[in-house]
């Protein structure tokens, strides 16, 4: 009988939905305290995840879980810079 394999699931911190890990955008927090989007999904540091739909990424920075879950306050500059990425995929 074959293994069924787990598809890791992941929360969106916009829309409170738990999805595939493959479906959505890692936000880390790097060690160096910089709020990046990661793309291979590995690199080290505090990481929340998000749908690549603008509407999600409005929701979790108007009701501050983005912050919450980075543990981190969001600067405006580092707002833009999610939201340009974010249109782009």
């Not at 787990?6 to 409170?16: A, L, T």
């Not at 709020?35 to 291979?40: A, G, L, P, Q, V």
Request: glycine share 6%.
């Amino acid at each position: 009988m074959p293994k069924i394999k787990k598809i890791p699931q992941r929360m969106c911190v916009g829309c409170q939905q738990m999805k595939p890990k493959k479906l959505l955008i890692r936000v880390v927090r790097t060690p160096d305290e910089t709020i990046e989007i990661d793309s291979t999904g590995k690199r080290s540091g505090r990481g929340a995840y998000i749908c690549p739909d603008p509407d999600c990424l409005n929701k979790a920075l108007k009701g501050k879980r983005l912050e919450k879950a980075l543990q981190r306050a969001i600067t405006q500059e580092i707002m833009d810079t999610l939201k340009q990425r974010l249109g782009q995929n």
